[in-house]
Structures are given as C-alpha cells and as structure tokens.
C-alpha cells in the first residue's frame, strides 16, 4: 500500500516458482515509492484543473479564457501551451500548486520546477 491508501495485487509474489515470485517482488517492492510519486502528481493535476480551469470565482487568474491548454503528461512531468505573455505567470502558479500537493503526506517539503521552449526536447537541455 502507498502513502495515498491505494493497494497493488501481486499474485506472484506467493508463487512457488523462484522465478516467478522473485519478479513479482521486483516489480511490488518499490510500489510505495512510485504510488506516492504518482499520487502527488495526480493530486497536483486535479488541484491545477480545479484552481486554473474550473474556478469561476476570479480567486484565480483565467488561464483557460487565456489561451492555457494542458497538453500531456510524461511520467512527473506537465506540459501546457502557453501564451509567450503569461508563461512567467503560469509558471509560477503551476510550481505553487504543485508544491502544495504533498502537504500532509510527506515529511519534507516537495519542490517543483518549470521551464520554456518551443519543444520538449528544447526544455530538456
């Protein structure tokens, strides 16, 4: 079980073939790591939506009427377009978002950071 209370069923971990059981155990063993990785990126996603695209309260800017769109998500990564304009404004609100996602469930504090390029390949460099 992960930090979020999500359990992973590994039937071959009770396997009576060596085999078999050893990759279950290689492939159930850093489920907590991952599944918590996963969940502060998952919570940080719905918390991005429902601030920045479902929120008609004006508590936020309006990225959506802006021109924002979520793109994809790559492992711990965030793509969104942009408007050259506001990229250093949604940049830092996104990272702000993100860093609140794993208040109460990590001991310390989970840092986010962004970057620009027409690209992903020109982000990576």
Avoid: N
């Amino acid at each position: 079980e992960d930090m979020w209370g999500r359990s992973r069923y590994c039937p071959q971990a009770v396997s009576s073939v060596d085999r078999i059981r050893d990759a279950g155990e290689r492939e159930h063993v850093p489920h907590p790591l991952q599944g918590g990785a996963q969940g502060i990126i998952k919570t940080g996603m719905a918390m991005l939506w429902e601030r920045f695209f479902t929120d008609a309260s004006g508590d936020w800017p309006d990225f959506a009427a802006a021109g924002v769109e979520p793109l994809l998500q790559i492992h711990d990564e965030l793509l969104f377009e942009v408007p050259q304009e506001m990229v250093d404004e949604f940049g830092a609100a996104v990272s702000g978002c993100l860093a609140q996602a794993g208040d109460g469930k990590m001991i310390v504090p989970v840092g986010s950071k962004w970057g620009v390029g027409e690209t992903w390949g020109a982000i990576k460099k």
